[in-house]
């Protein structure tokens, strides 16, 4: 395994596996070849191409490798905190309010 600490991309090899535990919330992007994902606990494995993304929504065991070559990028999930919540409760206010002096034009215009 390779890392661009540029891009941030994982360059992975076939029969290489890295391993991901208790990664719940993690996106794993493919950025070029075909990624192969299995998570404990999983019926099923998940295959990647170029541009698509898998998010992880369990703690056990992840094991992502590539068919040949191919790379990924990794992003955890955001960290819940209170600013982060009220900033997200700004954001849909200002929407709903927006919204609601929208369609109260609407109606006064009909």
């Known amino acids: 395994m390779k890392i661009n600490l540029q891009s941030g ?3 992975l090899s076939e029969n290489v596996p890295i391993r991901l535990n208790n990664a719940r919330g993690v ?3 493919c950025t070029t070849g075909t990624i192969w994902i299995t998570l ?3 019926a099923g494995d998940i295959f990647l191409q170029a541009g698509e993304r898998w998010s992880i929504n369990s703690n056990g065991l992840a094991l ?3 068919i040949g070559t191919g790379c990924i990028r990794l992003e955890k ?3 819940f905190t209170l600013a982060n919540l009220g ?3 700004n954001r849909l206010r200002q929407k ?3 919204q609601l002096g929208n369609i109260q034009r609407q109606q006064r215009l009909s």
């Open 40 to 42: 404990s606990g999983e």
């Open 87 to 89: 900033r997200s409760i």
């Open 64 to 66: 992502i490798e590539s």
């Open 9 to 11: 991309e994982y360059e």
């Open 27 to 29: 996106s794993i992007q």
């Open 77 to 79: 999930p955001a960290r």
């Open 96 to 98: 709903t309010l927006a």
